[in-house]
């Protein structure tokens, strides 16, 4: 059993999502961790620069409780809070946080009362505050992520992991370079350079029709990237494994299927990987980024 006076004194946040304010339900989808240690103002003090404040903001990655209590919630919404929330904090790390939250953020999100915590450390502080209040419990059982969500959530997984997705833009308009009324958004993008890097979760899992729209929609973006951002587009659709899909020898029907969604997309100069790849891309996406 670890030694009490060896753990630091902290304090938290639950961060939770209420669709309806009148009625007051809610699920908890976050929490905010904060070293108030002596040592920890001991070392604001002689730190410069926001990063002087050990904090701590996680967001859960697995959205379906929300989507139980509000099938509608917007979900890139709130993961586009969780960024913006990071940035705030560490452009105000002295701020008040629950005055931070309530002047960002809509009623949707609210904050809780600070309460003590002692932990180890941050990290190991906020996995067991998830643990605690945010995860399902193991013996709850939920509708298994599939499809789009299942490739989004191992997206934003890999590019967290290499420490980039806060810098990623979000939720793109391909109006702002095909044309007004374009419905398509791609998940995530990037430039660093000459090159408009974007990513789009691609499922092959209900059928061709995505793939089909996103090789439409290719070389309209191409063209409006060349001409509005002056740069190449680069446009990778992320797709599952083959064989997460059944499609093999033994499915032929599903084989088929699958290769005309891949060979659809690279006809139209579309790159195509699978969720295996993605540690790779967002490695590659931290040295393009020098973070």
Same mark, same amino acid.
């Given at each position: /059993?670890?030694?009490?006076?060896?753990?630091?004194?902290c +304090?938290?946040? =639950?961060?939770?999502?209420?669709p309806?304010? *009148?009625?007051?339900?809610?699920?908890?989808?976050?929490?905010?961790?904060?070293?108030?240690?002596?040592e920890?103002?001991?070392?604001?003090?002689?730190?410069?620069?926001?990063?002087?404040?050990?904090?701590?903001?996680?967001?859960?990655?697995?959205?379906?409780?929300?989507?139980?209590?509000d099938? %509608?919630?917007?979900?890139? $919404?709130?993961?586009?809070?969780? @960024?913006?929330?990071?940035?705030?904090?560490?452009?105000?790390?002295?701020?008040?946080?629950?005055?931070?939250?309530?002047?960002? !953020? @809509?009623?949707?999100?609210?904050?809780?009362?600070?309460?003590? !915590?002692?932990? &180890? @450390?941050?990290?190991?502080g /906020? +996995?067991?505050? $998830?643990?605690?209040?945010?995860?399902?419990?193991?013996? *709850?059982?939920?509708?298994r =992520?599939?499809?789009?969500?299942?490739?989004?959530?191992?997206?934003?997984t890999? !590019?967290?992991?290499?420490?980039?997705?806060? =810098?990623?833009?979000?939720?793109?308009?391909?109006?702002?370079?095909?044309?007004? %009324?374009?419905?398509?958004?791609?998940?995530?993008?990037?430039?660093?350079?000459?090159?408009?890097? $974007?990513?789009?979760?691609?499922?092959?899992?209900? %059928?061709? +029709? /995505?793939?089909?729209?996103?090789?439409?929609?290719?070389?309209?973006?191409r063209?409006?990237?060349?001409?509005?951002?002056?740069?190449?587009?680069?446009?990778?659709?992320?797709?599952?494994?083959?064989?997460?899909?059944?499609?093999?020898?033994?499915?032929?029907?599903?084989?088929? /299927?699958?290769?005309?969604? *891949?060979?659809? $997309? &690279?006809?139209?100069?579309?790159?195509?990987?699978?969720? @295996?790849?993605?540690?790779?891309?967002?490695?590659?996406?931290?040295? &393009?980024?020098?973070?």
């Amino acid at each position: /059993m670890t030694d009490l006076h060896h753990r630091r004194p902290c +304090e938290f946040h =639950l961060l939770r999502y209420v669709p309806d304010p *009148v009625r007051n339900e809610y699920v908890h989808i976050g929490a905010i961790l904060r070293d108030v240690s002596e040592e920890s103002g001991q070392n604001a003090e002689l730190a410069s620069g926001p990063s002087a404040e050990p904090l701590l903001v996680q967001f859960t990655r697995d959205w379906r409780r929300v989507r139980c209590l509000d099938p %509608g919630a917007d979900i890139e $919404m709130l993961e586009a809070i969780e @960024s913006e929330l990071r940035v705030k904090l560490k452009a105000e790390p002295n701020g008040k946080l629950m005055q931070i939250v309530k002047d960002s !953020f @809509s009623l949707c999100v609210q904050i809780s009362d600070a309460r003590g !915590f002692l932990v &180890e @450390s941050l990290q190991a502080g /906020m +996995e067991e505050l $998830m643990r605690m209040y945010v995860e399902p419990p193991p013996q *709850v059982r939920l509708p298994r =992520l599939s499809g789009r969500a299942a490739i989004q959530a191992k997206m934003r997984t890999e !590019f967290e992991r290499a420490g980039v997705w806060d =810098l990623l833009k979000k939720q793109i308009p391909a109006s702002d370079y095909t044309r007004p %009324g374009d419905p398509l958004k791609i998940d995530l993008g990037y430039q660093p350079n000459g090159i408009l890097h $974007m990513f789009h979760a691609v499922s092959l899992e209900p %059928g061709v +029709e /995505m793939a089909k729209v996103l090789a439409f929609s290719a070389a309209g973006l191409r063209d409006g990237v060349k001409r509005i951002a002056l740069a190449d587009l680069e446009l990778t659709a992320i797709i599952e494994p083959a064989a997460r899909l059944g499609a093999t020898d033994e499915d032929r029907d599903r084989l088929l /299927m699958y290769r005309f969604g *891949v060979e659809t $997309m &690279e006809e139209h100069e579309i790159r195509v990987l699978t969720t @295996s790849d993605l540690a790779r891309v967002a490695d590659a996406a931290r040295v &393009e980024m020098r973070v």
